[in-house]
């Protein structure tokens, strides 16, 4: 194991070298995001116990796996040249265990997650009044890792479909998603249930011992790490020609 992770290191640390202004053009686009997003769920927490906005699920439930993503050029090139898959077989015509390979995966999702994490919600909560006025900021951080635990969660398909799938799999696979997030979200909505009210209320209640929170870190994790077990079995039999 200590091997694996020294070869994933190895691995994590190529991918940083290779593209130096990944880490810039994560914050910036996320710094954007955080902005845009700011402004429709503000609002939201001015109303936060008289009505809740449909949008604002489908906002947050769509961004939460782009958090596990620093924006590379590897990632921009995925649709157009299978970017994954020459990178993988590239991996292969090397002495790199496959397993090193899933390991890396999983440390670049945990960086980013943490990156873009501080820096989405953080925006939010600087530019938000009414945010900051329903929360203190130990509530917040709780609010902030509920929703990185649902990014944990949904991360789990999109590395199965990294490895498994080719690029225009992948885009379809992604709009099917967005497609059943959009369907759950007026569903609960109309059964008026919201999610986001759901975690921020369970946040200001019982801010860094929300069992909302630990219950989405866990079983969020759980599910990323057998994904990605079960993705590691699959792709060793993948035909990548």
């Keep these: 194991m200590q091997q ?91 002495p790199v265990p496959a397993s090193a390979i899933f390991v890396s995966r999983i440390i670049n999702s945990l960086i980013a997650y943490a990156i873009n994490g501080i820096v989405f919600f953080g925006v939010m909560y600087a530019i938000g009044d009414h945010i900051r006025s329903a929360m203190d900021i130990p509530s917040y951080i709780a609010f902030m890792l509920t929703w990185i635990g649902i990014g944990f969660l949904m991360t789990g398909p999109y590395i199965y479909w990294e490895h498994m799938c080719s690029g225009k799999a992948y885009f379809r696979n992604t709009l099917v998603v967005m497609v059943l997030t959009t369907g759950s979200v007026v569903l609960f909505n109309l059964l008026g249930y919201s999610l986001t009210d759901f975690i921020a209320n369970a946040s200001i209640r019982w801010s860094l011992i929300s069992p909302v929170m630990w219950g989405s870190l866990i079983i969020g994790l759980a599910a990323m790490l057998l994904m990605s077990k079960f993705t590691y079995t699959r792709q060793q039999t993948r035909d990548l020609t």
């Design 4 to 94: 694996v992770l020294h070869n994933a290191m190895k691995i994590v640390k190529k991918d940083f070298a290779s593209d130096k202004l990944q880490i810039l053009w994560t914050i910036l686009f996320m710094v954007y995001m955080g902005f845009a997003a700011s402004v429709i769920i503000d609002n939201q927490f001015e109303h936060l116990y008289e009505r809740s906005n449909p949008f604002i699920d489908f906002i947050l439930v769509l961004y939460a796996p782009l958090l596990g993503y620093l924006f590379s050029r590897r990632s921009f090139r995925y649709l157009s040249e299978d970017s994954y898959t020459r990178m993988l077989y590239f991996y292969r015509s090397i």
